[in-house]
C-alpha cells in the first residue's frame, strides 16, 4: 500500500488500483479531522455520538481529497442489501437519512462511494473493462452472509461484468493477531474452520481471499492491506480496541474526466 497526504489528510492506496487513472480511491486513516477523542479527529460516520456538524467538516476534508460531484453513502446493517447507485437515485438521496444496504455500485462517473469501517473490511471491487466501481461493508457476518459473492453477481447481473476482469481489495481491518471468537461454534459456519489461526482466533484476510476466488475474481487481481486496526488503533479507529470510537472513510469513484 501506499501512504498519501494531502493538507494533513493521510490515506492509504492500493498498488493495484493506482494504475487505473480514471479512478479516485483511499482508505483514510483518523488523522487530518476535527473531531475530539474519543473520535479524533477524522471520523466520518453519524451516529456514533459525534457532533454532526464536525462530521460534515470532516466529511468535507475528505471530498477536498477526492473532489466528487456527490458523496453517498448508506446505513450499513451488516445485512446483505446491495445498491445500484444511478442518477435516479442521486435525485433523491438524503445524507442525513440513507436507506440500508452494505454494498453499494455505480457507473456513474463523480460519485464517491463511501463505507465506514472500524475493524471491518471494506472492500473495494473495480472493473477497468465496464468501468464499474463498487464498495462493499464487510464485518464477519458478512463473510457469513457472502456479501462478497453478492455483489460481484450483482455488479455481473447489472452491467454484464466479467469477475476475471475485476479488480479487488481488502481495507486495513481486524487481523488474525486480534480476531479472537469465543463463540465461533455458534457464530461462524462449520466451513470457517479451516481458516482458524492460533486458539479461537480466526483469519478473516484468507476467508475474505477465498470468498472472492469463489466469486470469478483472478488471484492476480486480489490486494489485501494485510493491515490490522486493531495493532493499529493510533491511526485508524478500532471498536475492538476502543468501543466508543469512530469510523474511517473507505472511498471510492470513478473520476468525471480521465487525467491523462
Ligand atoms: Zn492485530
Redesign the pocket.
Known sequence: MIVREVSGTKFYQFSSLNKYSCIFHGFFTRHGGFSTPPYESLNVAYKVGDDVEIVDQNIKKIEQVSKPRQTVAVNQDHGCKIIIIDNNYLKTYQKENPPTADAIITSETGVALVIKVADCQAIFLFDPVKKVVANVHCGWRGNVNGIIARTVAAIKDVFNSNPSDIIATVSPSL?P??CEFKDHNTLLPPSFQRFKAKGNHFDFWKISRTQLLESGILQKHIEIAEI?T??NSRDFFSYRKEKITGRCAALIMLKETSEA
Open positions: 487481523g493477531c486480534c490490522c486493531v495493532c
